[in-house]
């Protein structure tokens, strides 16, 4: 799979010029890389990108709880906040 370098070049863009990023996470698993991932971003966009990382607000299949966030340290790097539902997907 080739990477869109219009999108990337978008992306970085879009970051630049972003005050607050708000990163919805999917499954337990896949947090450790999306910490990799936001520890990244902190570093390349300081300090004046403000990330806050949503997770599932109680058990649900296998996504991300706040617990999960607590036990990889991703609480201790940005904030964290439960959605509120546990139904699967994000709602409004």
Request: glycine share 6%.
């Amino acid at each position: 799979v080739e990477l869109n370098t219009d999108e990337l070049a978008r992306l970085k863009r879009e970051l630049e010029e972003a005050g607050t990023l708000v990163y919805i996470t999917d499954n337990a698993g896949e947090i450790v890389l999306d910490k990799v991932f936001i520890r990244i971003l902190k570093k390349l966009y300081p300090p004046r990108l403000d990330i806050t990382v949503v997770v599932r607000g109680f058990p649900t299949l296998n996504d991300a709880t706040y617990e999960d966030a607590e036990d990889i340290g991703l609480t201790d790097l940005v904030n964290v906040m439960p959605n509120g539902t546990d139904v699967p997907g994000n709602t409004d």
